[in-house]
């Protein structure tokens, strides 16, 4: 596994509607990197972002999806989403008070 940094775990927000439901309930959903595990994402959001305390993390793997352009058949990249749920007495996060 390589050695991954606090700033290189979370890649960027995902704004979806489903997502945006889900900030009601104080969960906020990420793109991460995809050898990260839960507590390196628990750790990355704590670190970012001042005032929060993670309660559970939940991870997603999304594989490849199969392309092809002419003969030459090949896979996009694999992706991991995370979802971060924070506890009732948590600072929101800043980036998603605007949307």
Known sequence: M???????????P??????MNLM???TYT???HPEANKTMIKKAVEKMFEGTKVKKVNTLNI??????R??????TAKTKKAYVQ???DSKEIEIFAGL
């Open 2 to 12: 390589a050695n991954i940094q606090y700033y290189d775990v979370i890649l960027k």
């Open 14 to 19: 995902v704004i979806t509607e489903k997502s």
């Open 24 to 26: 009601s309930e104080k």
């Open 30 to 32: 990420f793109m991460v």
């Open 63 to 68: 594989p490849g999806k199969k392309k092809r």
């Open 70 to 75: 002419g003969t030459v058949v090949g896979t």
């Open 86 to 88: 924070l506890t009732e």
